[in-house]
C-alpha cells in the first residue's frame, strides 16, 4: 500500500473509507461480522480471570451485556467491572485524536494534530535520539491489557524491525515471580490448572489472596465447591476471603517462606508425602529434606507469630486432604524472595503429590486480563514462545519461522521494567514508549518516577485515555481504541485463549493499537518485515507457527471461530490434538502423566534460606505497611474504572489505611480520623 493511501485514510479525517474497510490495519470487521440485533459473546478485558460476557447489539453495535451461561470460566457471572465495561468507553477523557507537546506552533500545551504528523514526528524523534546515543537509550513499557497479537507485534516491530533493545511489560510488576519459579521448578512457565480445580479440591489454600475482592468470580467457584472443602488462608490481615475460610492463620508479615519450609520439614519427617511420586517425577528431593531439617516448628512458630497447634493442624489438613491445592496472588508475586516463595508451595504439592490430579496443583493466579499472553508472546522479558533471547538455537529458529535475519534479533535480554525506569532516572533512557500503562501512577516511589518522566527527550504515550498521569508527561499522545473496539485474543490465568471482538466504534481518530503498530512499521520504514501481519486473526496465525513444538503449542486452534465455538481453549492444543479426548476437554490440566518440561521431565525442589528484610521497621519508619485492592470494583490505577458512575459508587470514595488496634492506640489514632503515612519513598494522607 502506498504511502498516500495511507495519509487519506488517516491524515486528519477517520473516514468513512476507513470504517468502510475495517479489516485493513487489523480494525476489525465492525460491524459485518454481526447480524444487526443479535447477541455475541468475548471475554472481558480487565482481570485475568477471563470471564464470558455476551454483548447485545443493535443496528450491529453493543448496548448491553450480561455474563455468558455457558462459558466455561465465569458460568454466568460477572463482577462489577465485567458488567461496567461498556459503559467505561464512553467518556469525555477518551483520547480522540492525536496530540504533540506544541501542535503545529510552538508552545507546552498538548494539541491536536494529523496522524501523519503524529507518526512521523514519532519516528524522527526516536531515530535522532538513536542516532546520537545509541540503540539502548530509548525503550518502551508495554501492559497485560492489550491482545496477543498486538503484543507480539509491538515485540517484534520495536526489537526486530526498529531494532531497539529494550522494552517491557507492566506484567514484570504483578508475576514475574511466579514466571521465573515454573521455569525453574518446571522447565516452562506453566501454570498447571484449571478453574474446575477450585470446585473439585477437599483442601484450599491460599496464600498472599484476597480471592473474593481481587478475584470474586474465582471466590464463586470456591463457594460452588461440593465437597465442604477446608479453606485456609495464609494472610498477615484478616481479609474478607479470610473471613469467608474456615482457617485463617495471620502469619508474621514476610514470614512464609519459614512457614513453608516448616510444613515441609512436618510433612517428611512424618512421612506424609508421596515418596512414588517423588522418585519418579522430581529431582533434588535429598537436598531438600536435608534443608527443610533446620526448619523445626518451634523455629516456625518464632518467626511467624503463628502457634504450634496451628501449623501442626495445617500440616495434617495437608496430609489428610485427598486433593489439597495451592494458590497464590500478589501477597506472594510482589513480594521479598517472591520466587522461592512461590517454589516452596510447588515444593509442598510435589512432596505430597498434589499436582496433576483433580483438585490438586501449585497455582499461581495472575492479574491482568492478558498476562499470560504477554509471559509468552510480547517478546519483552523472553523471546517469543517461551524462548530466551541469549540462545543461538532460539534465535535461528525464530528468524526462520518470521523469514527474518537472525541478526535483527537481539542477542541478550532487555532491560526490565525496573531498570528501564532506573534508565530513565539516569538519564540514559532518553526517549520512552508507553503503551496501554501507567508508570507514574503505579510505580514505586512516586514522585521520583513523576520528576524522571519529566526529563525524557521524548515521552510518548499510547491510550485510550487522555487523562492518565502518565499523559501529562507525554510529548506525543497516541489514541487508541480499547476493549470491545478491536479484535484479539487474551490469554486467562488458566491458559485459556479467548476472542475480543469489536462491538463498538471507537471514538473520533482512535485506532486499535494493531493499527498505530502497522503504521509505525510504515513510517520507520520496516514494514516489509510485516507485510504478512495484515489483520489480528493473520497475526494469530504466526503467532501458532511460533507456538509449534513448544509448550505452549496452539497449532491445533483452527481459526478465531473455534475460539468462539468451543468456550476458549486452553494451552496446549497442538495440531491434530482434537481428537485426543484429553486434550479436546474444555477443562485440563497440565502434568497428569507425572512429566514435567526438563529434559528429564522431573520437576525441581528448589529452596533458599529466608534472608532478613533489607528494610526492616527501625526507629524512623517503625510499622510495616502491605497494600492491597479494597474493591472488586476497582482496577489498577482506575484509569477506565473511574468513568463508570457505577463503579464510582461502589468502591470506596477516598483511598484507606487499616491499622491494628495495638499499634493505633500509642500513635493517639482513632478509626475515621486522616492520618499521615510516610514510607522512604513517599507520604500520603489517608483515612483511618
Ligand atoms: Fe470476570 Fe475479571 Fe471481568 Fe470481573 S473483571 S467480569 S472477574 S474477567
Sequence with gaps: MSARHLLRQFDGRLTRELLLEPGKFGLGKFPARFAP???????????????GLKIHLQDGAAINLSPDADYPVNLGMACPKGWEALSVLNSPERATTPLLRGGEGSGAALQPVSWERALTTFCQRFKAIIAKHGPGSVAFLSTGQIPTEEMLLLGCLAKFGMGWLHGDGNTR????????????????????????????????????????????????????????????????????????????????????????????????ERGWIDQAFLDRSTAGFAEFRQFVAAFPIERVAAETGLPKADIEALARLIHEGKRVSFWWTMGVNQSYQGVRTAQSLINLALITGNIGRPGTGANSITGQCNAMGSRLFSNTASLVGGRDFSSVEHRAEVAQILGIEQACIPASNSLCYDQILDGVKAGKIRGLWVIATNPAHSWIGQAETQQALSKLEFCVVQDMYRTSETAQYAHLLLPAAGWGEKEGTLI????????????????????????????????????????????PEATFRIMQRLSRGRPCDITGIRDYQMLDERGGVQWPLPAGELDNPALAARERRLFEDGRFY??????????????????????????????GRGSAAQWHTQ????????????????????IH??????????????????????RITLRA
Design 37 to 51: 440485533d443479535a447477541t455475541t459473546s468475548m471475554v472481558c478485558g480487565y482481570c485475568s480471570t477471563g470471564c
Design 661 to 682: 488496634p495495638a499499634d493505633a492506640a500509642p500513635l493517639g489514632i482513632a478509626g475515621g480520623q486522616q492520618v499521615v503515612v510516610q514510607s522512604r519513598r513517599g
Design 598 to 627: 526438563h529434559p528429564d521431565g522431573r520437576a525441581r525442589l528448589l529452596f533458599d534460606a529466608p534472608q532478613p528484610l533489607p528494610e526492616p521497621p527501625d526507629e524512623q519508619y517503625p510499622l510495616l505497611l502491605l497494600t
Design 492 to 535: 486467562n490465568s488458566e491458559r485459556r485463549l479467548g476472542l475480543m471482538k469489536k462491538v463498538a466504534r471507537a471514538p473520533g481518530q482512535a485506532l486499535a493499537d494493531f493499527a498505530i503498530f502497522r503504521l509505525l512499521a510504515h513510517y520507520w520504514g520496516c514494514e516489509a518485515m510485516f507485510a504478512e501481519w495484515t489483520d
Design 639 to 658: 484509569t477506565r474504572t473511574r468513568q463508570s458512575a457505577v463503579l464510582r459508587k461502589l468502591y470506596p470514595r477516598e483511598a484507606f489505611v487499616e
Design 173 to 268: 510488576q504483578c508475576m514475574a515471580t511466579s514466571v521465573v519459579a515454573y521455569k525453574q521448578s518446571f522447565g516452562f512457565d506453566a501454570p498447571p490448572y484449571t478453574y474446575a480445580d477450585f470446585e473439585a479440591s477437599d483442601v484450599i489454600i491460599l496464600v498472599g489472596s484476597n480471592l473474593c475482592v481481587g478475584h470474586p468470580i474465582l471466590w464463586e467457584r470456591v463457594l460452588r465447591n461440593p465437597h465442604q472443602p477446608k479453606i485456609v488462608v495464609i494472610d498477615p490481615r484478616r481479609t474478607e476471603t479470610a473471613m469467608g475460610a474456615t482457617h485463617h492463620l495471620p502469619i508474621l508479615p514476610k514470614s512464609d517462606l519459614t512457614l513453608f519450609y516448616g510444613l515441609a520439614h512436618l510433612l517428611i
